[in-house]
């Protein structure tokens, strides 16, 4: 079978356009931009912040430079998973980079189901203005209370009460649901018992953000980090009570639109830890020759020609593995691509932090500070290991896979 892994000419301009725009204009905005948070409601957008964002996203999307994400639409530009898979890796290489160009998570993933799996309604009511980020939104799916890397344990309550539905329970992790332009979850909820097959007991609902009964209790923390004003809300749900169009395709069809929706949304926050590693690389090899110790250059000492040496390779087996991933998924295929998808959730996100964790190596203490991003990229990567299933799920389903080519029982 020919794989292809290269992109058309007309599709490596555009690249070179987001390339030039990222390291032009967004890096260099990345201190100003931080540098605000906690500037009075760390929960809102201070006025720099606002500039420095908007402006940007203005200058994107006048160029054309937007929405790359739509690979299966007439809504996007025509790019293919193994095509925007570069992009990614671009817009990775900034923590400001996905939203500039309005390929953010989850906004992709749920932009997505909108516009698969919602009504006219919906389109019109929150696809619009997220396409033209406008608004923000959140995907509601782990719960506290349950060990949801078994997605089949959700139980957020979801009972039908004449033309409504009413929902009650606890979510958390909830992504950006602390920032203030998210108007919009979808959730993951359960709508039916040990009547139904496991696999058809949970759906998926659209809540406005601001819905009577629900309730903000905490942002959770991410290594003692909040994340404002973006953040990972921890929300209580009493007696939310949402009109029953609201449902998503129909009762139990929750994991139909979730293998939709976390497919490609893994590919692409596999390829921008691929970004985060090619940054820190480039920080870790210009530290090592402008830095001087025991009278030589940092990377004339030690193991570090070596380290750098693994670092690049350990990229370049990551980045292949992701684009063999987003191949398989160019060919409508979400089963087939699945363990290749596993594959690449495990690998990438440990190479990135390797990588990442060189870099804090070279630069010693300053590595861990605030004066580079290092630290910051470190804690995000390790997050990543645990969002969209933990490593532990996904090498069983890599493994379930293999094992099946030589046995016929039940793995």
Not at 9 to 32: F, G, H, K, N
Not at 188 to 196: C, L, P, S
């Amino acid at each position: 079978m020919d794989m292809n892994f290269g992109m058309r000419e007309e599709t490596r301009a555009l690249l070179d356009r987001v390339s030039a725009m990222i390291r032009d204009e967004v890096m260099p905005l990345e201190d100003a931009y931080h540098a605000e948070i906690g500037k009075g409601d760390r929960w809102t957008y201070t006025v720099r912040q606002a500039e420095i964002l908007e402006g940007l996203k203005v200058k994107a999307k006048a160029a054309g430079l937007w929405n790359f994400w739509l690979t299966d639409s007439d809504r996007g530009i025509g790019l293919s998973t193994v095509e925007y898979a570069y992009f990614a890796e671009q817009m990775g290489k900034t923590p400001l980079g996905a939203e500039v160009f309005n390929c953010s998570a989850p906004d992709t993933g749920n932009m997505e189901v909108f516009e698969r799996y919602g009504s006219e309604g919906m389109k019109q009511q929150w696809l619009q203005p997220l396409l033209a980020g406008e608004i923000r939104s959140a995907y509601l799916m782990t719960e506290p209370d349950v060990a949801s890397s078994d997605a089949t344990n959700i139980a957020m309550s979801c009972v039908r009460d004449g033309e409504s539905y009413v929902l009650n329970g606890e979510k958390w992790w909830a992504s950006g649901a602390g920032d203030p332009r998210c108007k919009v979850y979808i959730v993951m909820v359960k709508t039916a018992g040990d009547e139904k097959p496991k696999h058809q007991r949970q759906s998926m609902i659209v809540v406005p953000a601001d819905a009577e009964g629900i309730e903000v209790l905490r942002p959770m923390q991410v290594y003692g980090h909040d994340d404002a004003p973006h953040g990972h809300m921890h929300l209580r749900f009493t007696n939310v009570r949402v009109p029953a169009e609201s449902i998503l395709l129909g009762e139990g069809r929750g994991f139909e639109i979730a293998q939709g929706r976390l497919g490609p949304g893994r590919i692409h926050h596999c390829m921008r830890a691929v970004g985060q590693a090619e940054i820190a690389l480039e920080q870790m090899c210009r530290r090592a020759l402008a830095r001087e110790a025991f009278g030589k250059p940092l990377a004339q000492l030690g193991a570090n020609y070596d380290i750098i040496a693994e670092c690049r390779m350990e990229i370049e087996m990551a980045r292949l593995l992701c684009l063999k991933a987003a191949w398989y998924m160019d060919q409508g295929d979400a089963r087939a691509a699945a363990p290749w998808i596993s594959q690449i959730k495990v690998v990438a996100p440990r190479m990135a932090l390797k990588v990442i964790d060189e870099a804090v190596q070279m630069f010693g203490g300053q590595g861990i500070s605030q004066d580079t991003p290092l630290a910051r990229a470190w804690t995000h990567v390790r997050t990543l290991r645990l969002a969209d299933g933990p490593d532990a799920v996904h090498r069983r389903q890599v493994a379930r896979v293999e094992l099946k080519k030589y046995t016929q029982e039940k793995i």
